[in-house]
């Protein structure tokens, strides 16, 4: 008896399992093999790997807002992983491609196999350090965030535990002359000894690094105080250190490019481009937004909004279907590159501004957003 399941889904099972009182959930999540001529995969023809983990709580007083901070630098917070706080940072992502999974993939594979009994290290350069850019709002501290949860999960066999660390770039910078560099000489001073005795995974995540990461040859040019120049040469040093470590990866982020140093660019292993979300993109983000709306009987709905391949196929037959306006909505918004951020807002934005009552009808949550969108467009004109 065969059984066909999608990836992403949650398996059911018709008795009991052995363990289920401590089971929260079996979920198929990636397939990281070749791709196949077919959609199908026989489970037969695949090697399965299976996690187990315990997701870690945030601490009943708050949240994010929390998170302890790192015992030796105010300038960077840490969150046990996985925590649950991080659960749905993963499902969030919406891109064209598989670029999260290739991303998590590559680093899974390259800690594995940098871990390999007899290695020489010395004879290969592989710092763990990959810089995510991009335009402000497409989604790259969300990825950065999902894949240290990921990592936390695929390289439980390998650690016994992982944090994720987050460093504040903005708060490095000092109006004091000299103290930028030294900020940064505490901060990965604490996270070297985190991670000293190589039993638990670091995933450093920094937001905006162009701020600390700054070019020296800009700098100089224009004037500029030289601390700038000694934050840029601290951290600089300071990965040169973690690059001994092997648990620690350093995921960072920038929306300029163009202002990073050339040594620093020169150190990443992975300079991965995050554009602005396409129109395909942005339905399916619109498309996931409804569908909560819909599952939390905020709006009712006989069925979910459709797929995007099922819209394409109905496009001339339901000129005047949600999936058809989204369609439309998605196209007007890719063509202003609107952001991540800007997209997940609108839907609720549309609801709570154009809608009266409490439950609401498909119809008009997609009315309501259609105004939402309409309103964004002329701020921007």
């Known amino acids: 008896m065969y059984k066909a399941v999608e990836i992403g889904s949650k398996l059911k099972f018709e008795t009991r399992l052995k363990h289920d009182k401590i089971v929260v959930r079996v979920q198929i999540v990636d397939f990281t093999g070749p791709l196949q001529s077919s959609n199908w995969i026989d489970v037969e023809d695949v090697q399965l790997d299976v996690q187990t983990y315990h997701l870690r709580r945030p601490d009943d007083t708050g949240g994010r807002r929390c998170v302890k901070q790192d015992e ?20 969030s992502l919406v891109f064209d491609d598989a670029l999260p999974a290739r991303l998590l993939r590559y680093l899974v594979r390259m800690v594995d196999m940098m871990g390999q009994p007899g290695l020489n290290l010395a004879t290969f350069n592989w710092n763990r350090l990959c810089l995510l850019h991009g335009p402000p709002g497409s989604g790259k501290s969300t990825l950065c965030r999902a894949l240290a949860q990921k990592l936390a999960v695929r390289l439980g066999e390998s650690f016994a535990a992982a944090d994720l660390v987050e460093i504040n770039a903005n708060a490095m910078l000092s109006k ?21 005795d190589g039993k638990k995974l670091i995933v450093v995540v920094i937001d905006e690094v162009e701020t600390i990461a700054g070019s020296r040859k800009l700098a100089s040019g224009g004037g500029e105080c030289h601390d700038g120049l000694r934050a840029t040469n601290q951290l600089l040093t300071a990965l040169d250190r973690l690059c001994h470590l092997p648990n620690v990866i350093t995921l960072c982020t920038s929306n300029m490019l163009e202002a990073i140093d050339p040594a620093f660019l020169d150190r990443a292993d992975i300079k991965q481009y995050i554009p602005s979300p396409s129109s395909s993109a942005i339905y399916n983000i619109f498309r996931s937004c409804l569908n909560e709306l819909v599952h939390s009987q905020l709006v009712t709905a006989n069925d979910d909004v459709p797929t995007l391949a099922t819209t394409h196929m109905t496009l001339h037959d339901s000129p005047d279907s949600a999936g058809f306006r989204l369609w439309k909505m998605s196209d007007k918004c890719a063509r202003l590159a609107m952001s991540g951020r800007t997209l997940r ?11 009266w009552g409490v439950a609401q009808t ?7 957003l259609e105004n939402a969108v309409e309103q964004e467009v002329l701020s921007r004109a």
């Open 176 to 196: 004091y002359f000299g103290e930028s560099g030294k900020l940064i000489e505490s901060t990965f001073d604490g996270i070297m000894e985190r991670a000293r």
């Open 362 to 368: 498909l119809d008009n949550a997609v009315a309501a």
């Open 72 to 91: 030796h630098s105010s300038q960077a917070r840490t969150l046990a992983l996985p925590n649950a706080l991080l659960t749905d940072e993963w499902d």
């Open 345 to 355: 807002r609108l839907p609720v934005l549309g609801l709570a501004t154009y809608t």
